[in-house]
Protein backbone atom coordinates (compact mmCIF):
# COMPACT_ATOMS: atom_id res chain seq x y z
CA UNK A 1 0.00 0.00 0.00
CA UNK A 2 2.63 2.42 1.05
CA UNK A 3 6.51 2.01 1.22
CA UNK A 4 9.14 4.36 2.47
CA UNK A 5 12.77 4.18 0.87
CA UNK A 6 15.56 5.71 2.60
CA UNK A 7 18.54 6.65 1.90
CA UNK A 8 21.35 9.03 2.61
CA UNK A 9 23.57 6.43 5.83
CA UNK A 10 26.96 5.42 6.02
CA UNK A 11 30.15 5.73 7.22
CA UNK A 12 31.55 9.32 8.55
CA UNK A 13 34.30 10.25 11.10
CA UNK A 14 32.93 12.17 13.79
CA UNK A 15 32.22 15.77 13.86
CA UNK A 16 31.35 15.15 9.89
CA UNK A 17 27.57 15.49 8.46
CA UNK A 18 25.18 12.98 6.98
CA UNK A 19 21.97 13.88 5.10
CA UNK A 20 19.41 10.95 5.20
CA UNK A 21 16.39 11.34 2.72
CA UNK A 22 12.86 9.03 3.18
CA UNK A 23 10.60 8.78 0.39
CA UNK A 24 7.10 7.92 -0.04
CA UNK A 25 4.91 6.20 -2.20
CA UNK A 26 1.53 4.10 -3.04
CA UNK A 27 -1.74 4.87 -2.60
CA UNK A 28 -1.40 7.75 -0.07
CA UNK A 29 -3.95 10.69 0.21
CA UNK A 30 -2.60 12.17 2.74
CA UNK A 31 0.92 12.49 4.71
CA UNK A 32 0.62 13.14 8.38
CA UNK A 33 3.64 13.43 10.95
CA UNK A 34 6.52 12.18 9.44
CA UNK A 35 9.73 11.56 11.74
CA UNK A 36 13.40 9.70 11.94
CA UNK A 37 14.01 7.12 14.84
CA UNK A 38 17.21 5.01 15.37
CA UNK A 39 18.32 1.74 17.10
CA UNK A 40 21.54 1.45 18.33
CA UNK A 41 22.83 -2.60 19.04
CA UNK A 42 21.30 -3.79 21.76
CA UNK A 43 19.24 -0.71 22.73
CA UNK A 44 15.27 0.04 22.50
CA UNK A 45 14.45 1.98 19.28
CA UNK A 46 14.45 5.38 20.12
CA UNK A 47 12.88 8.93 19.04
CA UNK A 48 15.13 11.51 17.10
CA UNK A 49 12.85 13.70 15.23
CA UNK A 50 9.46 14.28 14.12
CA UNK A 51 7.29 17.27 11.71
CA UNK A 52 4.11 17.59 11.28
CA UNK A 53 2.43 18.25 8.08
CA UNK A 54 2.88 21.93 8.70
CA UNK A 55 6.36 21.72 9.78
CA UNK A 56 6.36 22.33 13.59
CA UNK A 57 8.81 20.18 14.68
CA UNK A 58 10.06 17.67 17.69
CA UNK A 59 13.75 17.16 18.54
CA UNK A 60 15.27 14.55 20.92
CA UNK A 61 17.71 16.27 23.85
CA UNK A 62 20.74 14.51 22.72
CA UNK A 63 20.18 15.78 19.25
CA UNK A 64 18.82 19.36 19.33
CA UNK A 65 21.22 22.19 17.90
CA UNK A 66 22.64 19.33 15.79
CA UNK A 67 19.96 17.49 13.62
CA UNK A 68 17.54 19.19 11.53
CA UNK A 69 13.96 17.42 10.11
CA UNK A 70 12.68 18.99 6.82
CA UNK A 71 9.81 17.72 4.43
CA UNK A 72 9.11 18.30 1.35
CA UNK A 73 5.12 17.43 1.31
CA UNK A 74 5.36 18.28 -2.95
CA UNK A 75 7.63 14.88 -3.13
CA UNK A 76 6.34 13.07 -0.18
CA UNK A 77 9.51 12.99 1.33
CA UNK A 78 11.00 13.49 4.64
CA UNK A 79 15.43 14.56 5.19
CA UNK A 80 17.40 14.27 8.39
CA UNK A 81 20.22 16.75 7.89
CA UNK A 82 22.88 15.36 10.92
CA UNK A 83 26.11 17.90 11.44
CA UNK A 84 28.46 17.35 14.20
CA UNK A 85 28.53 13.63 14.54
CA UNK A 86 29.24 11.91 17.25
CA UNK A 87 29.96 7.85 17.61
CA UNK A 88 26.86 7.50 19.84
CA UNK A 89 24.89 8.37 16.84
CA UNK A 90 25.83 5.00 15.59
CA UNK A 91 22.78 3.48 14.98
CA UNK A 92 19.98 1.89 12.59
CA UNK A 93 18.18 5.12 11.64
CA UNK A 94 14.13 4.27 10.33
CA UNK A 95 11.95 6.65 8.83
CA UNK A 96 8.28 6.77 10.51
CA UNK A 97 5.54 8.15 8.20
CA UNK A 98 1.48 8.41 9.73
CA UNK A 99 -0.35 8.18 6.05
CA UNK A 100 -4.31 8.33 5.53
CA UNK A 101 -4.24 6.53 2.00
CA UNK A 102 -6.28 3.63 0.55
CA UNK A 103 -9.04 3.80 -2.25
CA UNK A 104 -11.68 6.14 -3.50
CA UNK A 105 -13.62 3.33 -1.55
CA UNK A 106 -11.47 1.92 1.14
CA UNK A 107 -9.90 4.76 3.75
CA UNK A 108 -7.52 4.12 6.26
CA UNK A 109 -4.79 5.91 8.64
CA UNK A 110 -1.92 3.87 9.25
CA UNK A 111 1.40 3.81 10.18
CA UNK A 112 4.68 3.27 8.21
CA UNK A 113 8.38 2.01 9.11
CA UNK A 114 11.10 1.88 6.23
CA UNK A 115 13.57 -0.72 6.19
CA UNK A 116 15.91 1.00 7.91
CA UNK A 117 19.77 2.84 7.20
CA UNK A 118 23.02 2.32 8.79
CA UNK A 119 24.62 5.49 10.15
CA UNK A 120 28.45 4.66 11.42
CA UNK A 121 30.26 7.57 13.55
CA UNK A 122 34.24 6.62 13.78
CA UNK A 123 36.25 8.43 16.17
Known amino acids: QVQLVESGGGLVQAGGSLRLACAAS????????MGWYRQAPGKQRELVAT???????NYADSVKGRFTISRDNAKNTVYLQMNSLKPEDTAVYYC?????????????????WGQGTQVTVFS
Open 26 to 33: GRIFVIHT
Open 96 to 112: NAEVTGGTSWSVSLNSY
Open 51 to 57: ITRTSST
